[in-house]
């Protein structure tokens, strides 16, 4: 019986098809495609056994091992786990690592069981290299770029865009020493998944937050990294008292019911708390320490403010925070790349550069 393929194509991505990844859970964790569920034929350990045997003794000998660790109940257990996606999920589509030998194996079984899908054809090597060639291809088109001070939302400025990419959310990250999140942080391959997938049907201009290359766990591809630091700008400017509003929103409240909804009340309290004291903790060394010492004082009695329900008191370390360090750094920044940097198109506030982005998109 001739068991059905797929190419790889970024279609699959875009129509959102359900896929099932038969590769091993540590293969997984470091990146998947997207929409993708991990139901492994063989799990870590098996998998590790089944590589010695085939470097040691050769395809068949590892073959033979894999048929007896994955036997009798440990078999049924994977083909029900299948047959089960596959009922709630009928246009599911196998794959594995290059679309051999284990998703084969998975395609026979589920037929022996009386149900056929195909594999992706190369498997997620091939189409993680169409991915990788959607962003590569993504560097050639027009962009455009949102710049500011911390605090100017440009991250929400972007997502009012059809055509904005929001690369904070696909790293799971928010940029600065104070962006971690609840969540494990994206993986590099994850986040160039999820930009790719982004990417798919954008064809025209582009419009992308000003970020260093490194936000979180991931970097910026370096051909798409590349593309930002020559894109023109717009530039948010807004005071001080509104900037901290955001902050207060982002850095604050948002991670709080965040924390809480992961972890309950208590705990994640605790956690956000340590979390935000690590952060600046991590500046020590840019702050100094007389500068460090006087804002976690402020910190911690924002948080007892906090406590009590007074959530604005974190603007007493928030505010000396933004003048005294996040300003000069952005400003010097500024002032040293004067002569080369890309052009300013706009500058001006949070609603005009708004209409601004909008108007260089159409």
């Not at 875009?14 to 038969?22: E, F, G, K, S, W």
């Not at 590349?226 to 900037?243: N, T, V």
């Not at 208590?266 to 006087?294: D, I, P, S, V, Y």
């Not at 009590?308 to 370390?317: K, P, R, S």
């Amino acid at each position: 019986m001739m068991l059905a393929t797929v190419p790889a194509s970024l279609n699959l991505i875009a129509q959102t098809t359900p896929l099932i990844d038969v590769r091993a859970p540590v293969e997984f964790v470091q990146g998947s495609l997207p929409g993708a569920v991990n139901l492994p034929l063989m799990v870590d350990d098996e998998r590790h056994q089944v590589g010695i045997a085939y470097k040691q003794h050769g395809q068949q000998v590892a073959i033979g091992l894999g048929e007896r660790l994955v036997s009798g109940d440990t078999k049924r257990a994977r083909v029900d786990a299948w047959l089960g996606y596959v009922a709630r999920q009928p246009d599911a589509i196998i794959y594995c690592f290059r679309g051999g030998l284990r998703s084969q194996i998975a395609q026979q079984w589920l037929a022996d069981a009386g149900i056929n899908r195909p594999r992706i054809d190369g498997g997620w090597k091939a189409m993680r290299q169409r991915l990788c060639q959607r962003i590569d291809e993504a560097s050639s088109q027009p962009m455009l770029v949102v710049a500011g001070l911390t605090g100017c939302a440009k991250t929400t400025l972007i997502n009012q865009l059809s055509n904005g990419i929001d690369l904070e959310a696909f790293a799971n990250h928010k940029g600065s020493a104070f962006g971690r999140q609840p969540e494990e942080p994206t993986t590099q391959i994850d986040f160039e998944h999820a930009l790719a997938k982004r990417l798919i049907g954008l064809t025209g201009s582009l419009v992308v937050e000003d970020e260093s290359r490194q936000i979180g766990n991931a970097n910026i591809p370096l051909t798409f990294w590349h593309a930002l630091q020559r894109a023109p700008r717009i530039r948010i400017e807004m005071p001080l008292d509104w900037r901290l509003e955001q902050l207060r929103r982002d850095y604050i409240e948002a991670l709080e019911q965040r924390y809480t909804a992961r972890y309950g009340p208590q705990e994640g309290w605790q956690r956000m708390r340590l979390q935000l004291a690590n952060a600046l903790e991590r500046l020590a060394k840019r702050l100094g320490n007389a500068r460090l010492q006087r804002l976690q004082r402020l910190q911690g009695m924002a948080f007892d403010a906090h406590a009590l329900g007074n959530i604005q008191a974190h603007e007493a370390w928030l505010a000396p925070l933004l003048t005294e360090y996040y300003d000069p750094l952005y400003r010097y920044h500024l002032e040293k790349h004067r002569d080369n940097r890309p052009v300013e198109l706009h500058v001006g506030d949070w609603e005009s550069c708004l209409e601004a982005a909008r108007q260089w998109s159409a």
